[in-house]
């Protein structure tokens, strides 16, 4: 239990979701790249964090996005971004209240917005360089945490139908520069973490060329579980997942979230996703395996709207916290 990574992922900014996000008609499409401004809500972050250190919450995975002026790249900050040291200062304080923070930077092509220009130029000489500086800035912030998680999901096609400027890797290329990140990672100490879906529709290929030093983090956000139908095709694949990622010698941080999906019916909530996804998977992964269980709530601290979604996935981590304890 006390080596368990008890986690909620937060998002320090918000360019992560393709290069149409914050665009407004009259931008200029080729310059323009996300939100403009920072929209952090520090009040309920320290809200946030506090309920995380009663609830024994002891991680948060945090997004940096374009939230932090990287200091060998400040020209990918924007308004309102974290100094170097501001972030410093809030990884100690976290510390002192017995959580650990854990950098996450997206390199998959669907999310990386918050490269700016750079984002359009992968797979070149300047993008490893500019990555592999911004990587080196992390850990100079950070100092030598024991994961940097690099995203690395949904880069595909059919993920990118609305961007401005849609673009993706595959086959040789795709792994070429995924093994380069990891590298990046190992070289300064650290384990990379990503997203697992590429195992969904790679299976043989993954197993065979995955490292098994990176973190895995395949996610499932349905309601139905094992003997049950699912309610999409597609999902059973992905809760399959965590047992064969088992078998095939992974470490593993399952992920949940209360994040409805779009094929919920109006009104309903998917809070009882992370339980069954503890449940399901203290019986699918070997503990020597599972490291951990990360709670999504893909909201970002802006403002009320925002708190229920946000504090209720950290006290639904709580509640498992509890129940894990009292087996």
């Not at 310059?31 to 964090?49: I, L, V």
């Not at 924007?78 to 997206?106: C, F, H, Q, Y």
């Not at 220009?117 to 030598?144: K, L, N, P």
Request: hydrophobic share 40%; charged share 30%.
């Amino acid at each position: 239990m006390n080596d368990l990574m008890w986690a909620t992922l937060f998002h320090l900014g918000r360019n992560f979701c393709g290069d149409n996000a914050g665009f407004k008609v009259g931008d200029n499409p080729v310059t323009s790249f996300g939100f403009k401004k920072m929209e952090f809500d520090e009040a309920m972050w320290r809200e946030a964090t506090e309920r995380m250190r009663k609830g024994g919450v002891n991680t948060v995975v945090l997004d940096l996005c374009e939230g932090v002026v990287y200091p060998s790249h400040p020209e990918l900050a924007v308004k309102g971004s974290w100094s170097a040291d501001k972030l410093k200062g809030e990884i100690v304080r976290l510390a002192r209240m017995g959580i650990t923070a854990i950098p996450k930077l997206n390199f998959s092509t669907c999310h990386d917005d918050w490269l700016g220009e750079y984002s359009r130029m992968i797979s070149t000489r300047t993008y490893y360089r500019v990555c592999s500086e911004i990587i080196a800035d992390v850990f100079d912030i950070f100092g030598t945490p024991r994961f940097f998680h690099i995203g690395y999901d949904e880069e595909t096609a059919s993920n990118q139908t609305s961007y401005l400027f849609a673009c993706m890797r595959q086959n040789e290329l795709w792994w070429h520069d995924f093994l380069f990140f990891v590298k990046e990672i190992e070289k300064h100490g650290a384990r990379a973490w990503i997203w697992s879906d590429y195992f969904w529709d790679h299976e043989e290929e993954f197993l065979k060329r995955m490292p098994r030093s990176v973190l895995q983090s395949n996610w499932y956000y349905g309601r139905r579980w094992e003997g049950e139908p699912p309610e999409r095709p597609y999902e059973a694949k992905r809760l399959a997942a965590f047992g064969k990622l088992d078998k095939a010698g992974f470490d593993q941080v399952p992920t949940g979230t209360n994040w409805v999906p779009p094929y919920f019916k109006k009104g309903e909530s998917n809070d009882a996703n992370f339980a069954g996804l503890v449940k399901h998977c203290r019986k699918h992964i070997d503990p020597k395996r599972l490291k951990g269980f990360l709670n999504a709530s893909w909201s970002s601290v802006l403002n009320e709207s925002r708190r229920k979604r946000v504090f209720d996935a950290i006290e639904q981590v709580a509640a498992e916290i509890k129940g894990w304890n009292a087996k």
